[in-house]
Structures are given as structure tokens and as C-alpha cells.
């Protein structure tokens, strides 16, 4: 088994709204990529995070999702690891989250990349 190494990590703080934001750009040639998710904090009423990951290689212009996506997300110490299977992993890679729930659902969490 391949061993993995952390090439980037992006971390959300204390988010009580839904956004787009760039995790990078150009993370190399590699033919597997690992994902995680760590939730370490969430507040509000029936809170609920959705995030998923897309991927452009022509300057930002088109977008495709990066499947599989991560599960929904409810708790704070929720955490997961997905693998991502492509050519190549250049061009912008964006982070797209969504967050419901009630009584202003917040959460705080960290997306990391992994070469594998």
C-alpha cells in the first residue's frame, strides 16, 4: 500500500453560511488523490453541512464535480476520507459547501488533500 502524505489542507471557521471557496491550484500528476473531512465544531438546530468537491483544468471556466462526494455532516468529531480517482490533478480545485438547519447553524471544519 501506498503511503499518503498531507500536500494541503483547507480549514472553514465558524461558517453559518453556504459558500464556494478555492481549496488551490495545480496539485500535481498524481492518478489517486484521498480527501478527508473533519468536523470540529457545530452549533445550532438540526445543523447540517453538505460539501463537495469540483475541479476545472481550463482556467476556471467549466467546473465538474470530483465523485464521490463526502457524506452530510451533523456532529462536531465527524470525520471521512474519500478517494478521488483522475489523469491529473492541475487547474482549480474548489470547495462547495452547503449548511442548514435552524437557530444559525455554525460550523468549523478542515478539508485536507492527500497524495496517495
Not at 471557521?13 to 500528476?29: V, Y
Amino acid at each position: 500500500m501506498a503511503r499518503e502524505h498531507v500536500i494541503h489542507k483547507v480549514t472553514v471557521a465558524a461558517a453559518t453560511a453556504s459558500a464556494t471557496i478555492t481549496a488551490g491550484h495545480d496539485f500535481g500528476a498524481h492518478t489517486q488523490m484521498r480527501c478527508g473531512i473533519r468536523v470540529t465544531a457545530v452549533t445550532g438546530t438540526a445543523p447540517t453541512l453538505d460539501v463537495k468537491l469540483t475541479h476545472s483544468v481550463d482556467d476556471g471556466n467549466n467546473y465538474d464535480d470530483m465523485a464521490p462526494v463526502f457524506a452530510q455532516r451533523t456532529a462536531a468529531g465527524q470525520s471521512e476520507r474519500i478517494d478521488i480517482t483522475t489523469t491529473i490533478f492541475t487547474g482549480d480545485i474548489l470547495i462547495d459547501y452547503t449548511i442548514g438547519g435552524t437557530a444559525t447553524p455554525t460550523f468549523t471544519f478542515t478539508v485536507y488533500f492527500y497524495a496517495v
